[in-house]
């Protein structure tokens, strides 16, 4: 007695037809599969760049404000000297004084005479070197202050290299009195302490920050963006100037997600799974067809002469 052993199923590749179907099959899969991964990463990139975005408005407001404070206490120094006309050196630093500790971003508050030269700074401890400086040796710096005397009101400089050290924003403010010019308020702001006060370490936690006047640097969180490619900037007016808040997003894990490329992976093999299987389902189908036709011809068929036998009579009458 024999005994019928079953083979174990093997890749079929002897029906090009039914290859060319389960090719296609998964082929299809697969565009629907990179179709939809690549929907998600740019609905996570559009969904990072409005976040980022609604960020940015948020800070560069804050930012706005907080300037606008330290411009309207410049204001408030320059009216309590015309308030009288005139005023004393111990009465400038008394208020400027009490204008510094409410402001710490301001680096200096100091009072210019008409000629352009620094005689009174505070605090006099850090700025000592500014005292009887002439503005005039600092291109940029007696620009921003002619600027100033020409308008008749607040000019904002750029970045500039301080004479005590170190950079700072310059401030002038015309002083008059009866038409007559007695002079300039001039208030330096350390930009990176304005920033800080309002670039809340949550933020930082999250974003990179640079400000930019120019191709001047005011302000950057870092030495270099972590992820430029997904920067949004935002103009800032400032006097007549601009700065230029860019904000960048430290994690874009959202978009770079490792397990959205393994589901996408995933994706791709299951297609070639299961365009294997139309494959196979194919092929027993269509051995299936030619079994029955076999069956059917040596039913109602002489093996010899190839005519119908009197199964096929039977069926015929």
């Known amino acids: 007695m024999s005994v019928i052993k079953n083979s174990p199923p093997t890749l079929r590749l002897h029906h090009p037809r039914m290859l060319a179907a389960a090719l296609a099959v998964a082929a299809v899969l697969i565009i629907a599969a990179t179709g939809v991964w690549r929907l998600s990463v740019q609905h996570q990139r559009h969904q990072l760049h409005a976040d980022t975005a609604h960020s940015l408005d948020a800070l560069a407001g804050r930012v706005g404000d907080q300037l606008q404070g330290y411009l309207g206490a410049a204001r408030i ?8 006309g005139s ?35 505070y605090p006099r401890s850090a700025n000592r070197a500014a005292e009887n400086f002439d503005i005039r040796s600092n291109p940029r710096a007696w620009s921003v202050l002619r600027q100033a005397r020409a308008n008749g009101d ?20 015309p002083l008059q009195h009866g ?6 308020i001039n208030a330096v702001i350390d930009p990176g302490v304005l920033v800080q006060q309002v670039y809340d370490p949550q933020m930082r936690a999250r974003y990179d ?5 120019g191709g001047d640097t005011l302000f950057s969180s870092g030495a270099a963006l972590a992820n430029p490619a997904y920067a949004v900037d935002s103009d800032l007016r400032v006097g007549a100037r601009t700065w230029v808040l860019r904000l ?20 791709i093999v299951l297609a070639l799974v299961l365009a294997y299987l139309c494959y196979q389902m194919l092929i027993t189908i269509d051995e299936r067809r030619a079994v ?21 009579l039977r069926s015929h009458l």
């Open 248 to 267: 960048s997003p430290k994690s874009v894990e959202a978009v770079n997600d490792g397990l959205g490329r393994w589901l996408y992976l995933a994706a």
């Open 179 to 184: 038409g007559k010019p007695q002079g300039f």
């Open 87 to 121: 005023g004393s050196a111990a009465q400038f630093l008394a208020d400027a004084a009490t204008i510094h500790r409410a402001f710490p971003g301001f680096r200096a508050l100091n009072w210019v005479d008409a000629g352009g030269v620094i005689r009174w700074v």
């Open 292 to 312: 029955n036709s076999a069956t059917h011809r040596v039913a109602n068929y002489d093996r010899v002469t190839g005519l119908g036998n009197t199964f096929l």
């Open 209 to 213: 920050l640079r400000i930019s006047d």
């Open 154 to 173: 607040l000019a904002v400089s750029g970045p500039l290299s301080l004479r005590q050290g170190g950079d700072g924003i310059t401030v002038y403010l």
């Open 77 to 84: 120094l320059r009216s309590e000297w015309q308030r009288y």
